[in-house]
């Protein structure tokens, strides 16, 4: 018999802080390419799971369950395993705090088909931590399909490597007013190189390109939006080149990067 109360599930870890802004589709549809990225790049395990039964906790044994949820016991059927490196039970368990429907109560999950961010429990493999506040979300086949592409481009050998910050810029005028080139060196967080180049030439539109690895190359082009390369620029370069990146330039010339760094910035649109 179970009971509803946090003391009756003591191997179960608490739902974990929100890390990715994961809502539920009945709010807000298919979620953002950068919004199922952000989700997975913290989440060791994505399942693909069934829910059997669930139980409600009571609000007062529930500690920092958040206003306007309620937090539940959760078990559930293993359907898949997107991502993970070993194998899973067949039933899994886990802590969710979900949003209370227009009337206060708890919305009818059970037999109700997820997607789950999550992590491993120490020496519990039927448990799991949801990686964040909404770490489970309804089971659709877009949102299916959009994971598991996601999944595929972050696990790929040669996967773009999360920004960690800029390292140097510098910018070599040309022989021509308004002409010259930018190029932005990115600190990784592997090592990996990254480099930004923008070229601009007068009456032209000004380009901009990224090269992945040692050899910067002059014909890279923008990355396509919704792509792990273009989430791992949108997402994570900083809203400004820091002063040292361009401390060994002039003025006019670190104007310059700067300048160019805010055309990417543009171009690249909002991590939404």
Same mark, same amino acid.
């Given at each position: 018999?179970?009971?509803?109360?946090?003391?009756?599930?003591?191997?179960?870890?608490?739902?974990?802080?929100?890390?990715?802004?994961?809502?539920?589709?009945?709010?807000?549809?298919?979620?953002?390419?950068?919004?199922?990225?952000?989700?997975?790049?913290?989440?060791?395990?994505?399942?693909?799971?069934?829910?059997?039964?669930?139980?409600?906790?009571?609000?007062?044994?529930?500690?920092?369950?958040?206003?306007?949820?309620?937090?539940?016991?959760?078990?559930?059927?293993?359907?898949?395993?997107?991502?993970?490196?070993?194998?899973?039970?067949?039933?899994?368990?886990?802590?969710?705090?979900?949003?209370?429907?227009?009337?206060?109560?708890?919305?009818?999950?059970?037999?109700?088909?997820?997607?789950?961010?999550?992590?491993?429990?120490?020496?519990?493999?039927?448990?799991?931590? @949801?990686?964040? $506040?909404?770490?489970?979300? /309804?089971?659709? +086949?877009?949102? *299916? #399909? &959009?994971?598991?592409?996601?999944?595929?481009?972050?696990?790929?050998?040669?996967?773009?490597?999360?920004?960690?910050?800029?390292?140097?810029?510098?910018?070599?005028?040309?022989?021509?007013?308004g002409e010259g080139e930018s190029q932005i060196f990115l600190k990784t967080a592997n090592g990996a190189p990254i480099?930004?180049?923008?070229?601009?030439?007068?009456?032209?539109?000004?380009?901009?390109?990224?090269? @992945?690895?040692? $050899?910067?190359?002059?014909? /890279?082009?923008? +990355?396509?939006? *919704? #792509? &792990?390369?273009?989430?791992?620029?949108?997402?994570?370069?900083?809203?400004?080149?820091?002063?040292?990146?361009?401390?060994?330039?002039?003025?006019?010339?670190?104007?310059?990067?700067?300048?160019?760094?805010?055309?990417?910035?543009?171009?690249?649109?909002?991590?939404?």
């Amino acid at each position: 018999m179970l009971f509803c109360c946090a003391a009756a599930f003591p191997a179960l870890a608490q739902p974990a802080p929100q890390t990715a802004q994961i809502r539920h589709e009945a709010q807000s549809g298919l979620p953002s390419y950068a919004t199922v990225a952000t989700a997975i790049v913290g989440a060791p395990l994505v399942i693909d799971a069934r829910i059997t039964d669930l139980i409600r906790i009571k609000d007062n044994a529930a500690p920092s369950l958040v206003a306007g949820r309620a937090r539940l016991y959760v078990r559930a059927d293993v359907l898949a395993l997107i991502r993970g490196s070993s194998a899973l039970p067949t039933q899994i368990s886990y802590l969710a705090d979900v949003p209370l429907d227009s009337r206060g109560k708890v919305p009818k999950l059970k037999k109700q088909r997820v997607l789950l961010f999550a992590r491993p429990v120490p020496g519990k493999a039927s448990d799991i931590q @949801l990686a964040g $506040i909404d770490g489970q979300y /309804a089971w659709s +086949p877009e949102l *299916d #399909t &959009l994971t598991r592409r996601i999944t595929r481009e972050l696990l790929a050998a040669d996967a773009p490597p999360a920004i960690t910050g800029i390292g140097n810029a510098f910018h070599v005028p040309g022989a021509l007013p308004g002409e010259g080139e930018s190029q932005i060196f990115l600190k990784t967080a592997n090592g990996a190189p990254i480099s930004l180049q923008v070229l601009r030439r007068p009456g032209e539109k000004t380009l901009w390109g990224v090269s @992945l690895g040692d $050899i910067v190359d002059a014909s /890279a082009g923008q +990355p396509p939006r *919704d #792509t &792990l390369a273009w989430y791992r620029l949108a997402c994570g370069l900083p809203k400004a080149l820091p002063q040292d990146a361009v401390g060994a330039e002039t003025p006019e010339n670190a104007e310059a990067v700067r300048q160019d760094y805010q055309l990417v910035l543009r171009d690249l649109g909002p991590c939404s």
